[in-house]
């Protein structure tokens, strides 16, 4: 079947360490992948996706690349800083469904 | 930018109620999701909808039905609530397009129920 793993958190760093969040998934077919995130009280963004193999999602500073061959898509950013503070999903979706297979969350926490 | 609103950001009911969740798009989306997200659960799927009055099951169906009469609007219905129902409510929409079209999050509903 379809699954989405991530690192267990709480990942706590300092403002503009480098930070790494690891997904890797399961899936039938060629997936999406996406990384979505969610600031303290509101509603889930997406962060960044990328659709096919070797792609690279890009937004705010992160970035994530689509490696099949390891089945990962790990969440990178160079500097962080307080305001990244949030639960970041990583996600997939997969043809002839709509839906999204989600991990677990992956709390961050920046401090100054 | 794709608008997707819920009906409460906080509500508070009493066990055996009837409770109703309302969502909201503007983006004339064609499908639409409930979510729950609990602490170290991440979201799980409730239920959702590819058309108007069409649904169908997600991963935790039980004590929740839906309602879709119109587009832009997919409703969340407590049958009769108990307390493990407590909660943070999610609704999201997608265009229809493919495996490639992220969802878009309303802020959430958070549900108490006494």
């Known amino acids: 079947g379809n699954s989405v793993t991530q690192m267990e958190g709480p990942v706590t760093l300092s403002e503009e360490a480098f930070l790494t969040i690891n997904c890797t998934y399961t899936?039938?077919?060629?997936?999406?992948l996406f990384w979505y995130v969610q600031y303290p009280g509101e509603g889930l963004q997406l962060l960044l996706k990328?659709?096919?193999a070797d792609d690279k999602g890009s937004n705010k500073g992160f970035e994530a690349t689509y490696r099949k061959e390891t089945t990962s898509f790990h969440l990178e950013k160079g500097s962080v800083q307080v305001s990244d503070s949030a639960v970041y999903f990583c996600?997939?979706?997969?043809?002839?469904?709509?839906?999204?297979?989600w991990g677990a969350g992956t709390k961050l926490i920046i401090k100054p | 930018d794709v608008k997707v609103t819920q009906s409460s950001r906080y509500l508070v009911k009493r066990t055996g109620e009837k409770v109703f969740l309302e969502c909201v798009q503007d983006m004339d989306h064609e499908n639409m999701f409930w979510y729950r997200q609990d602490p170290g659960l991440g979201l799980r799927l409730i239920y959702f909808?590819?058309?108007?009055?069409?649904?169908e099951k997600g991963d935790i169906p039980e004590g929740y039905s839906v309602s879709r009469e119109k587009k832009e609007r997919f409703s969340l219905i407590l049958e009769s609530a108990s307390t493990n129902q407590t909660s943070m409510y999610l609704c999201a929409s997608t265009i229809y397009g493919g495996s490639n079209q992220p969802q878009h999050f309303g802020d959430g509903t958070r549900l108490s129920i006494l």
């Open positions: 996600a997939l979706s997969v043809d002839s469904n709509y839906q999204l297979i």
């Open positions: 899936a039938t077919g060629y997936p999406s």
């Open positions: 909808s590819y058309d108007v009055k069409m649904k």
């Open positions: 990328a659709t096919k």
